[in-house]
């Protein structure tokens, strides 16, 4: 605003000032007409915007003037500002600006100077006036500005203000709440919509989280009780035999909650390894002969067949763990074999492991249950048969941790686990 308000008065200045020369020069030229043609008389009338008119001969005597200039000798100048000449004007009682057009010019009687002084009062009242009106419309838009951008501004940042009291006040407890959600598609919107989001998942994980310690505690509980049971029996029994029966059923459980334990604390650390993927080489080729042969033959033998060198990023401890678990399940539910597969996808370059068995079929409708934690489809087994309820999850966890999944599909002689991870 004050930019333009500089460069408005100074167009205005200079088109006034223009004006004004134009006038002085045509004045000017009218008395150098009279004057080239002998024309001159002693008093010369003032045309319109001029001030005072002044004819000095080539010796300084004053020849012609206007009649304000009677009796004052010959304009004399005193120095020159900003290119121009300048007159003391003062002793002409002449106390306002003006610009003072200067001319020589030919006359039978020789030489003589032209002055021809023209008023800037008309142009410093205007630009007075455009100032003060520009002060005046400056102060006015500023205020203007001011209040609409406050006003602007805080109904924007309502909603701002809004989500985040409603952000405050959520607890650890309240993850249920959601923020108001402004309508419309700007940016606020895409935000409440975001923490909306946000709070979904986070109450889907406390879900989880809750859902998994009440899992795990009714987990812990059995056996702990039958546990105790055993004890406090063998401890009181009398016969030997019994007491023998009874400890080794005890170590039995032991064992059980050991490896309950163990599954449980894989399950944390794979949780807070987060999205860290292991990028280390693992030859899968060498990998699955190596877990394949390390595991009993019983109940069913395991086939294996590999195509090619299948080199993956990952962590091999894990993925040996992986698969040691998805041999676990095909174990328990085949009925005579368990086949495992290890090749590269032609298309994609990924590896894919399958570990197929040939007993019944999952229903659609279980196939993704069957890897949450601590899900059983048959609960009529026994724990002791059916295993603790977390190998799958740990196996699809592992395969998350590697970029990677794990899907079920039926095949001709049973059910297949497919792994896909992404290759290296």
Not at 154 to 162: D, I, Q, T
Not at 207 to 221: P, T
Not at 375 to 395: F, H, P, Q, V, Y
Request: glycine share 8%.
């Amino acid at each position: 605003m004050l930019a333009a308000s500089a460069v408005v008065q100074m167009l205005l200045r200079v088109n006034l000032e223009r004006t004004v020369e134009a006038g002085a020069r045509e004045e000017t030229r009218a008395v150098s007409r009279l004057a080239a043609t002998g024309q001159l008389t002693p008093q010369l009338p003032l045309g319109p915007g001029t001030d005072f008119i002044q004819v000095v001969d080539a010796h300084g005597r004053v020849v012609a003037q206007s009649q304000n200039l009677n009796g004052r000798p010959a304009l004399t100048p005193t120095g020159t500002h900003e290119g121009r000449r300048t007159y003391n004007l003062d002793a002409l009682g002449e106390e306002h600006d003006q610009r003072i057009t200067t001319v020589t010019t030919a006359t039978p009687t020789g030489p003589v100077t032209i002055h021809v002084g023209a008023s800037l009062r008309t142009a410093d009242t205007a630009e007075d006036i455009t100032t003060a009106a520009l002060t005046a419309l400056s102060l006015l838009l500023l205020l203007t500005v001011g209040v609409l951008t406050w006003r602007t501004t805080g109904r924007a940042l309502r909603p701002v203000e809004a989500i985040r009291a409603e952000v405050a006040a959520i607890s650890d407890r309240g993850l249920d709440r959601r923020v108001p959600a402004p309508g419309g598609d700007d940016e606020i919107a895409r935000l409440a919509e975001t923490m909306n989001a946000m709070l979904e998942r986070l109450e889907a994980a406390g879900s989880r989280q809750r859902r998994f310690i009440a899992d795990a505690s009714h987990e812990l509980r059995s056996p702990l009780a039958v546990l105790r049971t055993q004890l406090e029996v063998a401890h009181g029994h009398p016969d030997p035999t019994v007491r023998d029966t009874l400890m080794e059923g005890a170590l039995q459980d032991t064992e059980r909650l050991q490896a309950l334990s163990a599954d449980l604390l894989l399950l944390a650390r794979l949780d807070a390894t987060g999205h860290n993927r292991p990028g280390e080489p693992v030859d899968l080729t060498e990998l699955v002969p190596a877990v394949v042969a390390a595991r009993p033959t019983d109940p069913h033998e395991t086939a294996l067949h590999t195509a090619g060198d299948v080199i993956v990023s990952g962590n091999a401890l894990w993925l040996g763990r992986l698969l040691t678990n998805l041999l676990d399940n095909a174990q328990r539910h085949a009925r005579n074999s368990v086949t495992v597969r290890i090749a590269a996808d032609p298309v994609t370059g990924d590896a894919v492991l399958d570990v197929s068995n040939d007993g019944l079929p999952i229903a659609p409708a279980d196939r993704e249950k069957i890897f949450e934690r601590f899900t059983r489809l048959d609960d009529a087994r026994s724990r002791d048969d059916g295993g603790t309820g977390l190998g799958l999850s740990i196996a699809l966890d592992i395969a998350a941790l590697h970029g990677g999944t794990i899907t079920v599909e039926d095949t001709s002689d049973g059910v297949t686990f497919r792994t896909r991870l992404a290759a290296r």
